[in-house]
């Protein structure tokens, strides 16, 4: 059956359906946009009284345009002929002449969102899963089916710049408060309301945004936001800034030259290397989401007769109740596992409780949960001082410190408590995961799980798997980091694993060239313009000086011919400092905002410039990548790419580590 399609009630309302039979999802396709294009001369032929678009899938009204299509434009000419096409499909819906309606039940996101706003009203369910918006910016694109000239004018600019520069999607509830759609209902009553509203039968009531839209205001509204996007993306990201162009001019003058005005910008953004980049971000993001680890294929422990099929984990039990395990109980109670968090002391219990407790409030007030759910979530959790309830867990997650002899301890005392089929891991971050499953006494059960902090905000987990994991417990690991929405790689358990291996040659050096009289500031801004998210000693302090230091100690131990600590990175290790944990680091934390601490005396006495410190830094770390490789630590790019994006935060705008190793030169 194609899609759309249309059926035709009794009402004399025209009912244009998207259910895709081949996806999960509907998309608006080449195919469907055609089929959209026909479906609409038809209506214009018969003249119902009323159209209203709707899914036939539960929690998807239309996830957007096709990704793969957009990955293929070829030029700016050719992004601006797809802008126009889209123009000219959904001006149709507007000149049909009748009432027409989106009934949004789900995920209403880029050309779905466009094609409601094509709209004369909008209904959505009041679901959690109805998220309505536009995440363009997000692929280094601007809405080019018209949303820059309907949605302000709809809204308001302020309203509308907040949604299409950050790529944000919008609640139901908070999408009727702003006046995205007209009423946000039960899921129950979405076909009844929207026909009321076709037919006519239920008032509708907009608030006037034209003063929001007017000059003076206008070009007031859009300095500031521009100063807003520079600030959030050091001028790293075009198409936030070329939106408000596309929006601040549409207003200036007629609906009609602003979408050409759209359409112009949208194919310049679409040929840019930052979008090319930035799709495959969301391609490689796709990918490992799905990831399924090859039982039958695994050469490390012999292949398997059998492909396994593994079972959801439902119960989980937590060592450690500090940041990471704690965060790591919050992170799987939220996705429907009983949990069971064990520390050694009912302080520390009592601490990590009360960590949970704040991160579901904060969900709640920023309305990533309803109450109901965060309460259900946090009732999930079952604190002990003991190991009473552990005897019952699937798996088994080690988050005590990070130090070896404390968590041999911890698997000593465990490992006779548990089921012969639980999985024994550990969140480690550097240490060798062969000397942690002896410990455990299942060398077969046991992997690496290693979670980033923090764990809510943090997408990537690292599945590192020991010389006697079972290739099945590799898999079990794969598909619980997928049932916690979280992007697996798997890697070999090499000191430091991936991620960590790549990214302390880094902060060392950063040490190093500190060492030589290079000053904090120069050292931090050069990588924050490069893109980073934070400067590598601005990030050390954020991970702990006492953490780096043991981790930099580790792999400085495990690669003595090419790696030592960096002295400054010792002695501030020395001093006691630790960071933002402990208020004082290479920065100070006290109030709003961090400062140099001038205390450590690193006034920097040698002058280097961007792009020579960023030289130094980025190349230990593609060097370190090299070798990643040829040592098979990981299967191929692909992984370092997702690893360092997607755990560490590296500029995703340049397409990954090996990318921009690669159009540099310098792979």
């Not at 009402?11 to 396709?29: C, Q």
């Not at 000219?88 to 309606?101: D, S």
């Not at 005590?400 to 891991?425: G, H, M, Q, S, Y």
Request: net charge positive.
């Amino acid at each position: 059956m194609e899609s759309p399609r249309i059926d035709y009630s009794t009402e004399g309302i025209a009912w244009v359906i998207f259910d895709d039979p081949d996806s999960k999802v509907n998309i608006l396709g080449f195919g469907q946009m055609q089929r959209l294009d026909a479906i609409l001369d038809e209506l214009s032929k018969r003249r119902p009284k009323a159209v209203i678009f709707i899914s036939a899938k539960p929690g998807i009204f239309i996830a957007g345009a096709d990704i793969n299509e957009l990955g293929k434009i070829r030029d700016a000419r050719h992004g601006e002929q797809l802008s126009r096409e889209g123009h000219r499909i959904f001006a149709k819906i507007e000149m049909l002449g009748m009432p027409t309606v989106a009934a949004i039940d789900g995920v209403c996101l880029g050309g779905g969102c466009e094609l409601s706003l094509a709209c004369r009203y909008r209904v959505a369910t009041d679901q959690p899963k109805t998220q309505i918006g536009l995440p363009e910016t997000q692929l280094g694109i601007i809405p080019g089916w018209g949303a820059t000239q309907r949605l302000p004018r709809l809204i308001g600019l302020p309203a509308a710049l907040d949604i299409i520069c950050a790529g944000k999607s919008v609640s139901a509830d908070k999408a009727r408060r702003i006046g995205l759609v007209d009423a946000a209902v039960p899921n129950v009553v979405l076909r009844e309301t929207a026909m009321r509203l076709a037919l006519g039968q239920q008032r509708v009531s907009r608030k006037s945004v034209k003063l929001k839209n007017m000059w003076p205001l206008r070009p007031i509204t859009c300095r500031f936001a521009r100063k807003q996007v520079a600030a959030r993306t050091r001028g790293q990201y075009p198409a936030p800034l070329r939106a408000i162009d596309a929006m601040e001019e549409g207003l200036a003058g007629k609906f009609d030259a602003g979408l050409e005005n759209e359409a112009k910008i949208f194919g310049e953004v679409s040929a840019t290397s930052v979008c090319k980049n930035l799709i495959r971000i969301f391609f490689l993001r796709e990918k490992y989401s799905k990831l399924v680890f090859d039982v039958e294929g695994a050469e490390r422990t012999g292949p398997s007769s059998t492909r396994v099929v593994t079972v959801p984990i439902q119960k989980v039990g937590v060592l450690g109740a500090g940041v990471m395990g704690a965060g790591i109980a919050q992170w799987c109670s939220a996705r429907g596992l009983t949990v069971r968090l064990k520390d050694i002391k009912p302080e520390f219990v009592a601490t990590g409780i009360k960590r949970i407790a704040d991160a579901y409030r904060d969900g709640v007030k920023r309305r990533k949960v309803s109450e109901l759910d965060a309460q259900h979530g946090f009732a999930r959790v079952h604190p002990t001082t003991d190991y009473t309830g552990f005897g019952d867990c699937d798996l088994i997650i080690e988050a005590v410190l990070e130090k070896i002899e404390v968590k041999r301890l911890a698997f000593t005392e465990l490992v006779d408590r548990l089921r012969n089929d639980c999985i024994i891991a550990s969140n480690t971050s550097a240490i060798p995961i062969d000397e942690l499953a002896e410990a455990s006494g299942r060398p077969k059960r046991f992997i690496g799980i290693h979670f980033f902090n923090p764990v809510h905000k943090m997408p990537l987990v690292e599945i590192v798997y020991g010389t006697k994991t079972a290739p099945e417990v590799i898999a079990a690991a794969v598909e619980f980091a997928k049932q916690l929405k979280k992007i697996p790689i798997v890697v070999r358990g090499a000191p430091g694993f991936l991620v960590n291996r790549l990214l302390m040659p880094y902060l060392n050096e950063a040490g190093v060239l500190l060492g030589e009289g290079v000053s904090v500031q120069s050292i931090d801004k050069a990588m924050l313009d490069f893109g980073m998210p934070m400067g590598p000693l601005r990030l050390i302090d954020e991970v702990g000086i006492d953490v780096a230091h043991d981790v930099a100690r580790e792999l400085a131990e495990a690669f003595h011919d090419r790696m030592t600590v960096a002295p400054v990175l010792r002695q501030v290790y020395e001093k006691g400092l630790k960071g933002r944990k402990s208020g004082a680091g290479f920065y100070l934390y006290k109030g709003k905002k961090e400062r140099l601490n001038k205390a450590l005396k690193l006034a920097g006495e040698r002058t280097l410039s961007p792009a020579e410190i960023q030289a130094r830094l980025l190349g230990v770390m593609i060097n370190e990548a090299k070798r990643c490789l040829s040592e098979k630590v990981i299967a191929d790019e692909d992984d370092i790419d997702t690893g360092m994006i997607f755990g560490t935060g590296f500029p995703p705008f340049r397409g990954g580590l090996v990318k921009y190793a690669r159009d540099s030169g310098k792979w």
